[in-house]
């Protein structure tokens, strides 16, 4: 037996999320077809984890166990020949067998995408959350999210009912950005159209970026919710930090949809 | 009876193009059903040209006219309103009685994307042509297309059977770029992730524009085509200008696909 590590990409729309669920497609049923297809055998294919319906992947890290004599390069390209449109292995690695993506896994980085122009993006309406409301205040959101950072419970982000042994996380990174088309999506082309009819352009979209040890459920989206409470003026710069405090789901903002969301890189200790 | 022109923009995914058709949904269809809904009569939208089954449109321009009091700012919202979350409109102003978006438009510009990366972008595959065949010379490109600059027959690059009074174009301006995310779409999100993996990166994605007095049916896909035939070595860098020469459409290189193209935007006379 060969354990191989993928680096995977997939467009969530489509999908009920990543977890095999009786008939629905989900990513890891599209995973396990192309695999067994190639392989002739039958092997679960597992995740760094679970992403929700809607919800994309940019570097979501999988790993499985088949006896094969293909070199991971041919596996890349065969596994891409089999998968739909909207799923890619971006990249293909043998590792030792006791691998493990969600054991292994120090670091994850996640990225959220909101737009607050009034004129709906069409090419963006499945990659992020269209705040119809008016402007945000990102430098606000900004300061508001240094309340977040490092070791923290953060039950107040995690939605109710998911089982963990803990709910302490280590958030070592969250940057907002206005209209950075090197971090969002699509920024371009309908920005710029757009910003000719003086009507709006790039500066419509907000990026969020955030890294931890690891994420409990929902984290990401509890957060951004929480957060655009402080934009839209609703809340002051200190409450998200008092959210946290209270450790009580509670006390945060609404969860933000899960279109806006992207699984961006999971990181392993070595080279 | 009061004429507006709309600046729209649609995703041409889900379309059997712009021009109502019997049973299917297109971009014509769907702003019809708009305007009927909102004003309570029949209208015809006419846009500035049709555009085909996959193509999109960031900056087409149609217009209608209606009997109603409402402004231009509220016939805005209240059409996004009705309109699918693909079809959006991005401009609304009241004209003259007389504006016709066909006869009066001055010139047109087009976008064409390509990516030649060997691996997928699963958010690009509706919005680009995936050239899987290696490189392309995007130098040899721009300068082989510098060759159909200015006033010329374009039959060569006319898709046959559409009658035209006349098949002679002024093509003002050709631009073709590598990898550059202001110009191109989504480049930003896959492209870093799977630079950071070392495979692909934004340098995938090349993007044409094409300005002209107008355009024949499928001129800039029957252009891309050639130029392609190009950038893979197959043809030299004075072949685009020979097959312009012969005004003969068998001269040329095949049709690029209909997902690459994207009506950016459509000038008219005035401030």
């Known amino acids: 037996m060969r354990t191989f590590k993928l680096t995977i990409a997939y467009d969530g729309t489509a999908y009920a999320g990543w977890q095999v669920q009786p008939k629905r497609d989900t990513v890891q049923s599209a995973m396990e077809k192309a695999v067994a297809s190639i392989t002739g055998q039958t092997a679960r294919v597992t995740a760094s984890g679970r992403t929700d319906a809607g919800v994309h992947a940019l570097g979501q890290v ?31 690695a043998e590792v030792p067998a006791g691998f493990h993506p969600i054991r292994d896994a120090v670091s994850k980085r996640y990225r959220y995408v909101i737009r607050d122009g009034a004129v709906p993006d069409v090419f963006d309406r499945q ?21 977040l950072l490092g070791k923290h419970d953060f039950s107040s982000f995690e939605t109710s009912g998911a089982p963990r042994e803990s709910s302490v996380r280590t958030v070592y990174d969250i940057v907002i950005r206005r209209g950075d088309s090197q971090q969002g999506r699509a920024v371009s082309q309908q920005g710029r159209a757009v910003s000719q009819q003086g009507r709006a352009g790039e500066g419509d979209r907000i990026v969020l970026e955030i890294e931890a040890d690891g994420f409990l ?12 409470e402080v934009g839209r003026g609703a809340q002051s710069e200190a409450w998200p930090a008092e959210v946290l405090a209270r450790t009580d789901r509670r006390a945060a903002g609404p969860t933000a949809p899960p279109q806006g969301l992207f699984l961006l890189e999971v990181d392993y200790p070595g080279p």
Chains 1, 2 share one sequence.
């Open 217 to 228: 459920y929902n984290m990401v989206r509890a957060i951004v919710g929480t957060l655009v």
């Open 127 to 147: 990659y992020c959350w269209h705040y119809r409301h008016g402007r945000l205040d990102d430098k606000a959101m900004a300061r508001a999210a240094e309340g």
């Open 62 to 92: 999988v790993s499985f166990s088949v006896e094969t004599d293909l070199e991971p390069d041919v596996l890349l390209r065969a596994i891409n020949a089999e998968t739909p449109d909207d799923v890619a292995v971006i990249d293909a």
